[in-house]
């Protein structure tokens, strides 16, 4: 019921109302003519690797770690995962190898901030520039060719059929580690742990915390989840990879985590909420009678401009952890 | 003077050559496992950017708008503020380049003042909005910019295409009337005056920011936020001119591509010929320690690597787009201040 009072307050009451005018969306399209389930399918595609990233990063913040290199970690697992799939000849292992690849990269970060005590938002910054070069790069050494890969098929993941149309495996991952970074975030000491070494450091270090090893930890799973997210954009869904994939996400996700004050649980709903929009736009623009008339071009603005109404609309007094993107050491 | 005592006093200095040899040592690093040799790819980029007059011409066409969208970063950098909407602005200003350029005949001389100058003013305009939302509803400019970025991509390929295309050649613009361009400054290669006019714009800002009492106000809030309070400064007027001046040289960057570099005077339907321009004036930026003018030695310094990558391309084969993750790899470096802790401690010893 702890979960209840949360929503009750005033983010999860717009949550709640956001997810109404969606349910009554879903049916005034099923009247004009287009499939609520395609609409679905479509934004739950879309609300998967930002639900990834954007809970990752809940539990990184939580501990006092602002990684705005997001961004870049979904494009480069969303290459190397493709690697990892012709490698290996399988989607599945495409995923792995893009996670572990994000934990790893969220390793090295976590390291940087906590014995580096690097300022956190220059080097997420240095993450994404790398990324814009390496990305292009690594689609020249690998397969020769500028920009774009398509890889066969049968790499796919492929989705399951559910009463309610197709389902990717990875988004029901992405609701099940929704639900286990709450259960950790908000039952165990790991997690009591978690949010003490981002709200008083020193405290939790006199109490035999060890801040840096939780800061490393969680950099590291909020870097898998990420991983996980940009190995899914070209192996469950869009079936090749370029270097413009990521196109903002990993921002987007930054937007939902700021919205969701840090919650997985609401961070999940933000991404729902940015995933039907995104979807709607795919939607929309495929139907006949629109397509002619709006380009293409301002259905591809939707996400961006949706996120920009939300974080000026809903995003007020929020309040973070008193001790996030600061380095701790001992004196 | 003692060697620690020359660290000290060209600490910054030294500390953005010694992060730029880190990326260099971990850009062979990431040649390796690809089959490149690093030891042909290296002499082929320092030749490529160096090797003769007209590479060092060229070299400084490359970092021509990198300098005013590392301008665009450090005058954020001074207010406080992260500013990364550089890329989308810099769209927009060669959004406005071209139209004024390819589109409207104006006598000589006013058509090119007059594109250069509506390119910085949409430039700026772009740049107003994530201001005024930071100022009224504290949206952080991270976000901000960056979906001003996207949005500014889509709108600026839609313009591109649909007002601005060359009649029978989809794939770019119109290009500049021969009134609208910069005068080359040598044959053979694609340096035009417009450097002169970001070499002015650059020191105009270092002026404005270290020599009038608007710039210190500036510097002040992003300094130290309170003591600007106690004095009286109006934090939000600081915020809106920190991010118009930021716009105004994305702008003039965007308009540097077009009306200021030859052969094509024309913007790609894809903005493949501005893209990440915007993005690399970060990694300039902060190589140039946030300074307009130590952003400009950067600017030449990286790009000599854009330019001189195209020829390790060309001799050794490997991708020039490793440049670009090489100075994401430097910015990482220059972010961990231990690592200078650790190499001044052991030049003590």
Known sequence: ?331 | MKLPDVITRARPLFESLVTILIGLIAGALLMIPFGYDPLKAYPALFKGAFGSLSDIMETLAFATPLMLTAVTFAVGVKTGLFNIGAEGQMYLGAIGATAIAGLIPLPPGLHLAVATLFAMLLGALWALPPALLKIWRGVHEVISTIMFNWIATHLSMYIAIYYLAEPGRAERTVPALPSARYPILMEGSTLTAVILVALAFCVGVYIYLWGTKAGYELRLVGENPEAARYAGVDHRRALVLSFAIGGLAAGLAGASQIIGRPPTWSLYATLGNVTTLGFDGIGVALIGRNHPIGGVFAAILYGALQHGGRYMEYHAGVSSELVRAINGLIVIALAVPEVWAIISRRLKR
């Open chain 1, 1 to 331: 019921m702890k979960f209840l009072s949360r929503l009750s307050g005033e983010r999860g009451f717009w949550i709640i109302i956001v997810l109404i005018l969606i349910a009554l969306a879903v049916l005034g399209i099923e009247k004009a003519g287009l499939k609520p389930i395609s609409l679905l399918e479509a934004a739950l595609l879309a609300m998967t690797p930002l639900a990834l990233t954007a809970v990752g990063e809940c539990i990184n913040e939580k501990a006092g770690v602002i990684n705005i290199g997001l961004e870049g970690i979904l494009l480069i697992t969303a290459a190397v995962g493709v690697w990892g799939a012709e490698l290996f000849g399988n989607g599945i292992t495409g995923l792995l190898v893009g996670m572990v690849t994000g934990a790893f990269i969220g390793f090295l970060f976590g390291l940087v901030s906590v014995y580096g005590r690097a300022d956190q938002v220059v080097a997420g910054m240095g993450i994404n520039i790398f990324a814009l070069g390496f990305v292009p790069y690594l689609l020249m050494a690998i397969w020769a060719f500028p920009g774009i890969h398509m890889f066969r098929r049968e790499l796919m993941v492929r989705p399951m059929y559910t009463f309610f149309g197709r389902l990717s495996p990875v988004t029901a991952a992405a609701i099940v580690f929704t639900i286990l970074a709450h259960i950790l975030l908000h039952k165990t000491v790991l997690g009591f742990r978690i949010r003490a070494a981002g709200e008083k450091p020193e405290a939790a270090d006199v109490a035999g915390v060890r801040i840096d090893r939780i800061r490393i930890l969680t950099s590291t799973i909020g870097g898998a989840l990420c991983g996980l997210g940009g190995a899914f954009l070209p192996l469950a869904w869009f079936g090749g990879v370029t270097k413009e994939m990521a196109a903002g996400r990993g921002f987007i996700a930054l937007a939902c985590v700021v919205f969701a004050g840090l919650e997985p649980l609401l961070a999940l709903a933000a991404a729902f909420i940015f995933g039907f929009t995104e979807g709607f736009g795919y939607s929309v623009a495929i139907t006949p009678g629109v397509k002619e008339v709006i380009p293409f071009y301002f259905v591809n603005m939707i996400p961006y401009i949706t996120t920009l109404l939300v974080v000026t609309l809903f995003i007020g007094r929020r309040r973070f952890p008193a001790a996030s993107g600061q380095p701790y050491s001992r004196e």
